[in-house]
């Protein structure tokens, strides 16, 4: 198990990096059908800027650095969610 | 894939916000009831990695690209209860910190991923016995519908909305997503293998429903 944990926290912390270095900036398939078949200008945003919009820290001028911190904070959620919802799990029982 | 703010009519957005609430609620209730202990650590460390996974777009031909949705991957791992409210999750933290997927939007999204997406990624593998060549098939299977569909609802809820023809929206929509479903499949298997190699016992458990 925690050989398991190992293996998916490090493949996790490589795929941001990844993400910054190699992602496609292709448009993803339903923003493509979007601006082919004209619907692409109603995209709106309700609410207040997030400074990770777009997986980008606002606050950086290499975008790679923009791009990796935006994933590490996403990953960083993501595995404070987890902490968070297991405790619920247990608190449960 | 995500929809974004603006897309759906009001009445589509905020009927499938209502829906989604108390199908969320249910689904976080079966959770705690049922979940394996032994998977606890799993759920953060599953969510994070489908998170970074789902930032890295691949190009799938023709102007477009894809990236990785993880539903069934999620579904085979945590079991579809869990893997609900994980991907449930995903999608919240996605539309207000990194406004990938409209926050109005957001029941939808859940809908189309977290809930159809994942169950129908998982049926498959569940239900292909334990010969590993049907199950091979069956995880890719798995991985394809749970894209796929996510895309048919995506494209049905944008359809209600009157955004675009019916025909060219269901055309376009399904044959990219139907491409991309392929690149699924393949990911998901892959993983899957990897994470039975490292973990032999933590993948196709039989008892969850």
Not at chain 1, 54 to 61: A, G, K, P, S
Request: hydrophobic share 55%; aromatic share 8%.
């Amino acid at each position: 198990m925690k050989r398991l944990l190992r293996a998916l926290a490090f493949a996790t912390l490589l795929l941001v990096v990844l993400a910054a270095l190699a992602s496609s900036t292709l448009p993803d398939g339903l923003k493509r059908v979007a601006a082919m078949l004209g619907f692409g200008s109603r995209s709106s945003s309700v609410g207040p800027a997030s400074p990770f919009a777009n997986y980008e820290t606002r606050y950086f001028h290499s975008r790679w650095a923009a791009q990796i911190t935006a994933g590490l904070v996403g990953v960083a959620l993501m595995w404070g969610f987890g902490a968070l919802f297991a405790r619920t799990l247990k608190r449960k029982r | 894939m995500h929809i974004p703010d603006g897309f759906l009519s009001t009445p589509v957005w905020a009927g499938l916000d209502l829906a989604a609430v108390p199908v969320v609620g249910y689904l976080v209730r079966r959770t705690q009831a049922e979940f394996d202990d032994a998977r606890v650590p799993l759920l953060g460390v599953m969510g994070a990695f489908i998170f970074a996974a789902q930032m890295i777009n691949f190009p799938v031909g023709v102007g477009t690209s894809g990236h990785l949705v993880g539903g069934a991957l999620l579904a085979l791992t945590l079991g579809p209860c869990a893997a609900s409210v994980v991907m449930t999750a995903i999608l919240v933290v996605q539309a207000l910190v990194f406004q990938d997927g409209g926050i109005t939007a957001l029941g939808a999204n859940v809908i189309n991923m977290a809930v159809a997406g994942v169950w129908l990624g998982y049926w498959p593998a569940r239900l292909a016995g334990k010969d590993p060549r049907r199950r091979r098939l069956a995880v890719f299977l798995g991985g394809w519908l749970s894209l796929f569909s996510a895309a048919l609802l995506a494209t049905l809820e944008l359809s209600l909305s009157r955004v675009a023809p019916n025909r060219p929206l269901f055309a376009s929509m399904l044959g990219v997503h139907a491409i991309t479903g392929l690149v699924e499949g393949a990911i998901t298997l892959a993983a899957l293998e990897t994470i039975a190699r490292l973990s032999p016992g933590f993948v196709f458990r039989r008892e969850e429903t």
